[in-house]
């Protein structure tokens, strides 16, 4: 199975550079760089392939005035850029996963084990976004971009790259709400305004058109996202060790980022309610919030942990290489959307071919 021994390959050259930092900085790169080949060029792979093919040919018909005119205008800008200078269907996804992956850098590079976000993201984020849902892959890397505003204390800058990620994908208005809590003065008077605001806000995306059609969409309708509530399980998880047992180290060694992290761990705990509201709508926000928790995982082993440490930081590698292999064996989802893998980097196929 090719995905799960890339992702055991993976593992075992972060494990062979544990001790060899510079090295392993010095790797990143390159293994971005195949994992961004890897995604990006891929052919007829992913549960979405054929419905972003058809979001293509509906905008090739079209003007740029209709794109901006949609919900998520940004991203029908793009497949109206893609089309219009004349590239096929299959380049909609390298430019998706290109701006995945630059928000995954963005956010990995700040990290002290880079190599370790970056294949900690593989097996449940990267195969799932930008291997399959486009649209949303690239709101998370914009949204990546926010996170790091966020950690610099930017409040505009966050709202701004948060508004743009919502222009790809919808559900990234939610994180508007922390735009109170940005910032690193007054974190008392920022709770607060967070608090006041958060029900006039809940109310406010709850009442648009794209909360609106995703309760008509989503809930008690039958559609469900098959395996959510594991992943949202994963994350629940996630987010009760670092509350319990890695919060007060990281505030003595990270003390900047404690706030993001911190509220990206509450927000993991809502996903596993949310779940018996709707799989799709918490799968949905779960997605953006698996970054924070690759974070988490890759910063343990630089927590100061005592004799628990080397067992703490190997186990979500190991959680992960289970629920992949698990997946991968026995879901007909994954063998339906995912195999057999093929790519269009010898050539591309005449039907995927640009009319203009």
Same mark, same amino acid.
């Given at each position: 199975?090719?995905?799960?021994?890339?992702?055991?390959?993976?593992?075992a050259?972060? @494990?062979?550079?544990?001790?060899?930092?510079?090295?392993?900085?010095?790797?990143?790169?390159a293994?971005?760089?195949?994992?961004?080949?890897?995604?990006?060029?891929?052919?007829?792979?992913?549960?979405?392939?054929?419905?972003?093919?058809?979001? @293509?040919m509906?905008?090739?018909?079209?003007?740029?005035?209709d794109?901006?005119?949609?919900?998520?205008?940004?991203?029908?800008?793009?497949?109206?850029?893609?089309?219009?200078?004349?590239?096929?269907?299959?380049?909609?996804?390298?430019?998706?996963?290109?701006?995945?992956?630059?928000?995954?850098?963005?956010?990995?590079?700040?990290?002290?084990?880079?190599l370790?976000?970056?294949?900690?993201?593989?097996?449940?984020?990267?195969?799932?976004?930008?291997?399959?849902?486009?649209?949303?892959?690239?709101?998370? !890397?914009?949204?990546?971009?926010?996170f790091?505003?966020?950690?610099?204390?930017?409040?505009?800058?966050?709202?701004?790259?948060?508004?743009?990620?919502?222009?790809?994908? #919808? #559900?990234?208005?939610?994180?508007?709400?922390?735009?109170?809590?940005?910032?690193?003065?007054?974190?008392k008077?920022?709770?607060? +305004? +967070?608090?006041?605001? +958060?029900?006039? $806000?809940?109310?406010?995306?709850?009442?648009?058109?794209? %909360?609106?059609?995703?309760?008509?969409?989503?809930?008690n309708?039958?559609?469900?996202?098959?395996g %959510?509530?594991?992943?949202?399980?994963?994350?629940?998880?996630?987010?009760?060790?670092?509350?319990?047992?890695?919060? !007060?180290?990281?505030?003595?060694r990270?003390?900047?980022?404690?706030?993001l992290?911190?509220? !990206?761990?509450?927000?993991?705990?809502?996903?596993?309610?949310?779940?018996?509201?709707?799989t799709?709508?918490?799968?949905?926000? $779960?997605?953006?919030l698996?970054?924070?928790?690759?974070?988490?995982? +890759?910063?343990?082993?630089?927590?100061a942990?005592?004799?628990?440490?080397?067992?703490?930081?190997?186990?979500?590698?190991?959680?992960?290489?289970?629920?992949?292999?698990?997946?991968?064996?026995? #879901?007909?989802?994954?063998?339906?959307?995912?195999?057999?893998?093929?790519?269009?980097?010898?050539?591309?196929?005449?039907?995927?071919? #640009?009319?203009?």
């Open positions: 199975m090719i995905y799960t021994a890339l992702f055991l390959t993976l593992v050259l972060r @494990f062979a550079l544990a001790q060899q930092p510079k090295l392993r900085d010095q790797v990143y790169p293994v971005m760089v195949a994992l961004f080949i890897f995604v990006a060029f891929r052919l007829d792979v992913g549960c979405d392939w054929n419905g972003y093919h058809r979001h @293509f509906i905008q090739l018909d079209l003007e740029l005035g794109a901006l005119a949609r919900r998520e205008p940004l991203w029908w800008a793009l497949v109206q850029m893609v089309g219009k200078i004349g590239l096929g269907y299959p380049w909609l996804n390298v430019a998706s996963a290109a701006l995945f992956f630059a928000g995954v850098h963005a956010l990995a590079r700040r990290q002290p084990d880079r370790g976000v970056l294949i900690l993201l593989f097996p449940v984020l990267i195969i799932n976004m930008p291997m399959s849902g486009i649209r949303q892959a690239a709101a998370i !890397g914009v949204l990546c971009f926010a790091v505003a966020f950690q610099k204390g930017r409040t505009a800058h966050y709202a701004v790259l948060t508004l743009l990620a919502a222009g790809f994908h #919808s #559900s990234a208005a939610a994180f508007l709400l922390l735009v109170p809590l940005v910032g690193h003065g007054r974190p008077a920022r709770i607060l +305004a +967070a608090l006041l605001l +958060a029900g006039p $806000g809940l109310l406010l995306l709850a009442s648009g058109e794209s %909360a609106q059609l995703a309760v008509a969409r989503y809930v309708t039958g559609v469900d996202a098959q %959510a509530i594991y992943r949202a399980g994963m994350l629940f998880l996630s987010a009760v060790l670092f509350l319990t047992l890695l919060r !007060g180290p990281w505030q003595a990270y003390p900047a980022d404690l706030r992290v911190t509220l !990206g761990a509450v927000m993991m705990l809502a996903t596993v309610p949310l779940v018996f509201v709707s799709v709508i918490a799968d949905r926000l $779960g997605y953006y698996v970054p924070l928790q690759a974070v988490v995982f +890759a910063r343990i082993p630089y927590l942990l005592g004799r628990s440490s080397a067992v703490l930081a190997a186990l979500p590698y190991l959680a992960l290489l289970l629920v992949l292999t698990v997946w991968s064996i026995y #879901s007909g989802h994954f063998h339906y959307c995912y195999l057999p893998y093929d790519t269009w980097l010898t050539g591309l196929p005449d039907l995927y071919q #640009s009319p203009f």
